[in-house]
């Protein structure tokens, strides 16, 4: 390969490395994904920088080579926070840290170019040389710290890919395969292997790298899909979780199911779960069957405690039971949040059937007349409609009888008001003592009553109305050493002879009222008469 050949596979390498940077960038700050980006920008510097070298441009001699460090000395860095990050362990990423990683990349660069000066990094210099394989006593520490810095973060993605399953696994793997690839070229050109004079194919190998973690993206949602440490997820838990092997001995516990169950001492793995949960028999009675359970324990003592208990089997990768997992849940609030709930629920039931029975009170204090207990007039102009509606549409009769009693005024002048009340109370007695159910009797002002009769012709309410007059008649009211009597007289108007509505009956049961009292009284008299 000529110089310009060199020069061109360098630059696709960096392009490569710039696409996956920017791909790792778009997806936010992610776990690792920053990382990532700033470890693939480094790279490509290193690429860029060294197929820069290999073109005819200014400054002509070591310049861009010696350029490409500032990529070098960030790539191992950058490959172990990346590392941590995806590995679950940024949390040790502590300032300190930090700082210490920042050293070496610093302290390397620094005494890159300052080496005319000192000669402890590059050593002797060969013109024309393409590649800086050898060097002084900085090089070489440079290479071992960057070698240890690579081990270090091996050892850490075996670790998680020994721990990881399914497309956990294969995302490690394929970081692994990328990684090594630029690093066994480098060590190849170390030791002397040089399939081209005077070319670090290390920048090289790290097209495929680049190529690798693309497809990682992609394909396995390097950023996208990533395992979730068991410390952020178990050990922070508010709910208690216990592990129990098949002869229930304890083989995890988390910080919550020590602080929920109060297991005092220090509780040791293997211990025996009836020794651990002696305060518990009725948790230890469900761990022997295999199959789900849920169950609620309660102390009693104060204060009051409930818990939600789950019971669930554990199996291996061949379905057989391997133990069982019991996850605890304090629901005391809950509870106590429900027995309140039902509390109220039961005050708002009282409370809504005082209501509705006071509804009811108020809807009977508003149809209903005070003095006789009967309906009042409010009441007749609302049922008095509904029922001529009904008879329409059954194309029955219906018979409205107006009562008044004879001679009232003398009455109440004669014996007060008090026994005028009480007579009146009297006739309204007789009167609901003598209809039919579905009747209804009204007070409609004064002395003067109301009967709706649906269902009775002229006739037949004429002959109901007059019985009921004889029977207040001949009934007598008895007070204190007074017998008295009273009589009253009644009109009649029938549904549709004499009107079809409610207006027009009640104008001619008033008139049929006035005909009988007019003739003396004590009597009852149809509105047809009034036609002759």
């Not at 040790?92 to 000669?119: C, F, N, S, Y």
């Not at 979780?241 to 988390?254: A, K, P």
Request: charged share 20%; net charge neutral.
């Amino acid at each position: 390969m000529n110089d310009l050949a060199y020069a061109l596979a360098l630059l696709i390498a960096a392009a490569v490395c710039l696409v996956v940077a920017r791909l790792a960038w778009t997806r936010g700050d992610y776990r690792g994904s920053r990382p990532l980006a700033v470890l693939m920008l480094a790279l490509a510097w290193w690429s860029v920088s060294y197929g820069v070298f290999w073109l005819p441009v200014e400054p002509e001699g070591y310049f861009w080579l010696d350029m490409t460090y500032l990529g070098v000395a960030l790539v191992p860095t950058t490959l172990l926070v990346f590392t941590m990050h995806f590995t679950g362990r940024a949390s040790e990423i502590t300032q300190r840290l930090k700082v210490l990683l920042a050293i070496q990349p610093i302290a390397m660069v620094l005494m890159l170019w300052t080496d005319p000066w000192h000669g402890l990094f590059f050593g002797e210099r060969l013109p024309g040389q393409g590649a800086i394989l050898t060097g002084g006593i900085l090089f070489y520490g440079h290479v071992a710290y960057n070698y240890a810095l690579i081990l270090f973060c091996c050892v850490l993605f075996f670790n998680a890919y020994a721990r990881a399953k399914g497309i956990y696994q294969q995302q490690i793997l394929t970081i692994l395969v990328g990684i090594s690839i630029p690093f066994v070229a480098n060590a190849a050109s170390l030791s002397g292997f040089q399939p081209f004079p005077n070319l670090d194919m290390t920048p090289l190998a790290f097209t495929a790298t680049g190529l690798v973690l693309a497809f990682a993206l992609f394909e396995l949602g390097l950023l996208d899909i990533l395992p979730v440490a068991r410390d952020a997820v178990v050990e922070q838990m508010a709910d208690g979780v216990l592990v129990f092997d098949l002869r229930n001995r304890l083989v995890d516990m988390n910080p919550a199911a020590k602080t929920l169950l109060n297991l005092q001492g220090d509780k040791q793995i293997g211990e025996e779960a009836a020794q651990l949960l002696k305060n518990w028999p009725q948790l230890i009675e469900h761990l022997g069957p295999s199959l789900t359970s849920e169950i609620q324990l309660r102390i009693t003592s104060s204060p009051k405690r409930t818990f939600d208990v789950r019971l669930l089997p554990l199996r291996n990768q061949v379905t057989e039971l391997s133990g069982r997992m019991v996850v605890v849940r304090e629901i005391s609030k809950r509870v106590r949040a429900e027995k309140a709930m039902d509390r109220a629920n039961r005050g708002m039931k009282k409370k809504l059937a005082e209501i509705e029975e006071l509804q009811i009170q108020l809807r009977e204090q508003a149809i209903r007349d005070a003095l006789t207990g009967l309906f009042n007039r409010r009441y007749l102009e609302e049922s008095l409609p509904r029922e001529l509606a009904k008879v329409r549409r059954s194309k029955e009769p219906l018979s409205v009888a107006m009562l008044d009693i004879d001679h009232f005024k003398n009455f109440n002048d004669r014996y007060g008001h008090a026994l005028g009340d009480e007579m009146l109370r009297h006739l309204a007695a007789t009167m609901l003592s003598h209809i039919r159910e579905g009747d209804i009797v009204c007070r409609y002002g004064g002395e003067e009553f109301v009967i709706v009769l649906p269902g009775a012709s002229q006739k037949i309410a004429i002959q109901r109305i007059d019985d009921c007059r004889q029977l207040f008649k001949n009934s007598v009211l008895e007070h204190e050493d007074l017998a008295l009597y009273s009589t009253f007289s009644a009109g009649v108007a029938t549904f549709p002879m004499d009107g079809e509505e409610t207006q027009q009956l009640l104008r001619q049961a008033d008139q049929a009222l006035y005909y009988a009292k007019h003739n003396g009284g004590d009597q009852v008299a149809g509105a047809a008469i009034l036609q002759t």
